[in-house]
C-alpha cells in the first residue's frame, strides 16, 4: 500500500483513548466507530485496493489502545465488516466510503439506543427506597439510575472513587446533576458500607461466553462483598460487549496499565528494582 497519512483527528482519538481521556466501554466503542468515519471521509488516494488497505490500518492503530475493551474491537468489526462483505461489489472508492460513514453512523446510533434501553429495562429492578452502589463509571448503570430517579423512586447512591484514575468521579458528577442523592467513598470503604446496601449495579468491559465479567479493577473484591452481605449483584452491559472469541476458548487479554498511574515517577525511580509495581 502507498503510504497515507492518518488523519490527525483520528491520531487524536486513538490516543484518548489510550491515555484514557475517552473512558467508559461504550464511549471508546463510539470513538473508535467515529474514528473509522473520519478515516474514511479523510481519504484522498483513489485506489480502492489502497482504500482497503488503508481502513484495515486504521483499525490496527485503534485496536491497539485499549486490549481489554472488546467493544472497541466490536466496534470496529460492526463497520468493516460490512466493507469486506460488499469490497466484491463496489465499484469506486466513494462507494466504499459511503459504506464505511453510514456503518459507523448506524453502529453511533445503535451504541447511544442501546443505554436508553438499558435504562428502560434496568431501572424496573430498582425500587422506592433503594440504596444503590456502583463502581467506576458506566454509561449503562447511570442511565438505570437517572431513569429510576425520573420515575420517582426515592434512591441513593454509592459511588467508589475508582482508583487511580477515579472515574468515580466522573460518576457521582453526572448522579450529582440528574438530583440523586450520591455519597463518593474510597474503594476500601465498599465492605463497610455494604450493609447498608440493597443493590449493587456496575458495568462491563467484556462478557465473555460462559457469563464471565471483566470490567474495571476492584469489580471482583465488590462483588464478594456483595455475596458476603447477600446482596444482589447487577451488570448493565450492551450486546456489543459480548466477546466472540471466548466462544472458541479464546481468553480476554487484560490490559496493564502503566505504574506511574499508580505512584509517582520519582517514586518508581527511588525504589529501583527492590518493590515490583
Known sequence: MAKVSIPDEVTAIANDIKNMKIRGAGKIARAAAKGLLIAANEYKNGMLENFLSYMNHVADILKNTR?????????????????EKSKNYIKSVDEAKLIVVRAANMFIEYSLNAVEIIGEIGSKRISNGDVLLTHCNSSAAIAIMQKAHLQGKNIKVYATETRPKFQGHITARALARAGIEVTLIPDTAVRLVMRKVDKVLVGADTVAANGAVINKIGTSVIALAAKEANVNFFVAAETYKFSPTTVIGELVVIEERDPKEVVPESYIKQLGDSIQL
Open 67 to 83: 486490549p481489554t475493551a472488546v467493544s472497541l474491537f466490536n466496534a470496529i468489526s460492526y463497520v468493516l465488516s460490512r466493507l
